[in-house]
């Protein structure tokens, strides 16, 4: 909901929105946010924890997760304990894999690697933030727009998940995006940055989807025109058999009838040499 709402807010923000509605809007998603806090126990609990997670109430509950994610990256230091050096991911850490892989990766590459990881992320969402505002220099505010919402939302879950992992922000189940992992996340993931070379190649995108509708139009077209005339030869064919079935049944016939002819005329010259020697 968070990351939703930020992307709405953000596209929002960028396109020109009216200030006071701007902040009308957000306004209320602070205090709908705050009473979904204040509402809910275990929401209340989660902030708790998060603001103590080595106490004694929620170090084996609410602050587990959290309180392994900072022993992990307490324990790589500057550089780290080595790849594949990390023991808070053998099923000490809870989901090392997808929420809390950063924390894995602090613990074996050390601050270099957090700080690494955090450049590019950086470096990412500020390249895709200036390709939507490219776009929107040449007038596809539409295709810049678009880029630029993925930014905010690479830009932003990232955030988060970075943010929770180093006890900053409370836990929150979100991935880290292109790394965490995951099949349905990295799919969306990858659609994503395929509508961002799309933005980036617009016109290679606008030969693309021109030509691929009417190469298949074509081809169907074709693909029709040889069903019809591949029916035509069929039935021509069908036409020319009926004929030569026709034609060899007659003669059949015929050659029954020429048969047939042929022995009465033999019967015939032998009945008239039996009466000729009756008659002598």
Do not use: C
Not at 33 to 51: D, G, K, Q
Not at 138 to 161: K, P, Y
């Amino acid at each position: 909901f968070m990351v939703i709402a930020v992307i709405a807010m953000g596209i929002l923000f960028l396109g020109g929105v009216n200030a006071r509605m701007f902040l009308l809007i957000t306004g209320i998603l602070v205090i709908a946010f705050v009473l979904m806090i204040a509402l809910s126990p275990w929401r209340r609990e989660r902030i708790f924890a998060y603001l103590d997670p080595f106490g004694a109430d929620y170090a084996l509950g609410k602050g587990y997760q959290l309180s392994h994610s900072l022993i992990a990256i307490g324990r790589g230091e500057i550089f780290g304990v080595g790849l594949g050096g990390s023991v808070e991911k053998l099923h000490w850490l809870p989901e090392a894999h997808t929420d809390f892989l950063l924390a894995v990766l602090g613990e074996e590459f050390g601050l270099v690697g957090v700080v690494a990881v955090i450049g590019v992320f950086m470096w990412l969402t500020r390249r895709i933030m200036l390709i939507g505002r490219q776009a929107i220099a040449m007038d596809r505010v539409f295709s810049g727009l678009v880029a630029q919402g993925v930014g905010i939302w690479i830009g932003f879950q990232a955030f988060i998940n970075m943010g929770v992992n180093l006890g900053a922000l409370p836990t929150k189940g979100l991935t880290l995006p292109l790394m965490s992992y995951g099949g349905s996340a990295i799919l969306l993931n990858m659609v994503a940055f395929g509508a961002i070379m799309l933005v980036l190649q617009w016109k290679l995108a606008l030969v693309v989807f021109v030509t691929v509708p009417v190469l298949v139009a074509a081809s169907q077209f074709s693909a029709a025109k040889l069903r019809d005339r591949y029916q035509r030869v069929q039935e021509k064919a069908a036409d020319v058999n009926n004929v030569l079935s026709e034609n060899i049944s007659g003669m059949r016939v015929a050659k029954a009838f020429a048969q047939e002819g042929r022995q009465r005329q033999r019967f015939g010259s032998e009945n008239r040499g039996n009466l000729d020697a009756n008659m002598s």
